[in-house]
């Protein structure tokens, strides 16, 4: 089974703190990629990866940025955390060419003071 | 800007029913067209995905495609209880494309 974890389920940061987010997956996939979810908007995609140090920019990439290391793992730093990014982070994984496959993570609830 | 749009419902159907459930898409290059269910609180979770026109089934579900109108649909028979939960769908554009597109979801209650 595959497996997506993150590193946090919740979160609660003051504004102006460096956040990170883990997410660590068990199934080899090339691409990974970072969403948060808010109610009214849905779910939108901040950042993805394709490959170890590669990085493309979602549909919101402002205020934050992206590590990606090592294969099974895709952190979401936000530089200064700022109270509109308060929401549900949901990492997902999958082998290229297999979005019949995509896995999501549990998902953490940030809360931004 | 590529959208897709899902009615955000409540939909509200009886135990036992069809639940139908719509999404349309503005990018008319869209090739992979995807069902996500997320029960309140949890990720989502892949249920359907369809790449053809016309219907494919898998149980109670039948995802329908009609590219021409830019329209899929999930339909639930027999729904349950356990059915209720936010529908989401996806779609992803053509070849080269890493990115899924989300609806912001339809919330399904399946009334016992």
């Known amino acids: 089974d595959v497996k997506v974890t993150q590193s946090s389920r919740y979160l609660v940061k003051r504004t102006g703190e460096k956040v990170f987010l883990e997410c660590v997956q068990d199934?080899?996939?090339?691409?990974m990629f970072w969403y948060r979810q808010d109610p009214g908007l849905g779910l939108r995609l901040i950042y993805f990866?394709?490959?170890?140090?590669?990085?493309e920019k979602g549909d919101i990439p402002e205020g934050y940025s992206v590590s990606r290391e090592k294969k099974e793992r895709f952190s979401l730093i936000l530089e200064s955390a700022s109270t509109n990014q308060t929401s549900m982070y949901l990492c997902?994984?999958?082998?290229?060419?297999?979005?019949?496959?995509?896995?999501f993570g549990p998902g953490t609830r940030l809360t931004v003071l | 800007q590529k959208e897709v749009e899902q009615n955000s419902g409540p939909l509200s159907v009886p135990e036992g029913a069809i639940a139908s459930l719509n999404c349309t898409y503005s990018?008319?290059?869209?090739?992979?067209f995807f069902w996500y269910r997320q029960y309140s609180g949890k990720s989502p979770e892949l249920i359907m995905f369809?790449?053809?026109?016309g219907d494919k089934e898998d149980g109670r579900f039948t995802a329908q495609l009609n590219k021409a109108s830019q329209y899929v649909s999930l339909l639930i028979r027999d729904s349950q209880p356990s059915d209720s939960a936010t529908y989401l769908c996806?779609?992803?554009?053509?070849?080269?494309?890493?990115?899924?597109?989300f609806g912001k979801g339809t919330k399904l209650s399946v009334i016992p």
């Open positions: 997902a994984s999958r082998p290229t060419g297999r979005e019949d496959t995509q896995y």
């Open positions: 199934m080899d996939h090339e691409n």
């Open positions: 990866s394709y490959d170890v140090k590669m990085k």
């Open positions: 990018d008319r290059g869209s090739q992979s």
């Open positions: 369809i790449y053809s026109n």
């Open positions: 996806a779609v992803k554009a053509g070849a080269g494309s890493y990115q899924l597109t």
